[in-house]
């Protein structure tokens, strides 16, 4: 029995998503635990963790979350050949990393305890 094109569509997506969020973790992995960073070992980096991304077809995402991972590692690969200093990348691409993370967790955890409506029924 054959899968449907829909369910072939969206194990396609889900597989690009898995290699976008590998991609994304791998190389901020690398630029935290690294202590001498250089912009070979960079480059090296991004063309290894390309391998895997580059046999996955890329696909539209319209979640806005994945839309912001997708451009995050774009911005990724744009400096892979960059002159610009290793520390500036570094900043920027942790930064922009922790933005994303920022936005994912917002939407995940409402802190509810300052406002007054949680208690009214206790009165």
Do not use: P
């Not at 072939?8 to 998503?17: F, K, M, Q, S, T």
């Not at 635990?33 to 319209?62: A, F, P, Q, V």
């Amino acid at each position: 029995m054959a899968a449907s094109q829909k369910a072939i569509d969206n194990a396609n997506r889900l597989r690009y998503i898995r290699a976008l969020e590998r991609f994304h973790k791998g190389m901020i992995s690398y630029l935290m635990n690294t202590e001498e960073l250089t912009h070979k070992g960079l480059n090296k980096k991004i063309t290894n963790s390309l391998k895997l991304l580059n046999r996955i077809e890329e696909i539209d995402l319209y979640k806005g979350e994945l839309k912001d991972l997708q451009t995050l590692v774009k911005k990724m690969i744009s400096y892979k050949d960059s002159e610009e200093d290793i520390d500036n990348i570094k900043n920027e691409l942790l930064h922009a990393s922790n933005q994303l993370d920022k936005s994912k967790n917002a939407k995940r955890y409402k802190k509810d305890k300052h406002t007054n409506s949680k208690f009214d029924d206790w009165e």
